[in-house]
């Protein structure tokens, strides 16, 4: 099976651009995950800082979901 998307660069050189930064775009969204998961385990943070962090994972995910943006 193959997928031909075809961009007229004038007009739709935003779109290409995001199309081709796709993968890095995964990884880097990937690597937030990661880095919020590891400080909200791992780091030793008062009550308040750690809430924080929470609320923060928290409205990533939702904004992943809302956006039907699967990271597993």
């Known amino acids: 099976m193959k997928a ?8 739709d050189q935003f779109e290409f ?3 081709v930064k796709s ?6 969204l990937t690597e937030i995950k ?3 998961r590891s400080i909200w385990k791992y780091e030793e943070l008062k009550e308040n ?6 609320r923060i994972r ?3 995910f939702e904004i992943l ?5 699967n990271l597993d």
Do not use: C, H, P, S
Request: hydrophobic share 45%.
């Open 4 to 11: 031909i998307i075809e961009y007229n660069l004038q007009d």
């Open 17 to 19: 651009d995001n199309a």
């Open 23 to 28: 993968m890095k775009m995964f990884f880097a």
């Open 34 to 36: 990661d880095e919020l």
């Open 49 to 54: 800082q750690f809430e924080m962090v929470e």
């Open 58 to 60: 928290e409205k990533f």
């Open 65 to 69: 979901q809302e956006n039907e943006i």
